[in-house]
């Protein structure tokens, strides 16, 4: 017998979708021959929205 797969939550479905934009943000900005630097950029700006849009107070790691 098979399980199926339980139903994604609220949460689960928006952090997909997050992650998928920001593939596809990446990968145009690839496309367009961005830097790694300016990838890293846009990829830690983009994380910055949708942490502050979720309310939360958690900031990504910096490396230099």
């Given at each position: 017998?098979?399980?199926r797969p339980e139903p994604e939550?609220?949460?689960e479905r928006r952090t997909r979708r997050a992650?998928?934009?920001l593939e596809r943000?990446?990968?145009v900005a690839r496309a367009e021959g961005a830097s790694a630097r300016?990838?890293?950029v846009i990829t830690a700006a983009r994380i910055a929205r949708l942490q502050a849009r979720a309310?939360?107070?958690a900031?990504?790691?910096q490396e230099d």
């Amino acid at each position: 017998m098979t399980r199926r797969p339980e139903p994604e939550t609220p949460t689960e479905r928006r952090t997909r979708r997050a992650a998928d934009r920001l593939e596809r943000i990446t990968a145009v900005a690839r496309a367009e021959g961005a830097s790694a630097r300016h990838l890293a950029v846009i990829t830690a700006a983009r994380i910055a929205r949708l942490q502050a849009r979720a309310g939360s107070d958690a900031t990504p790691a910096q490396e230099d």
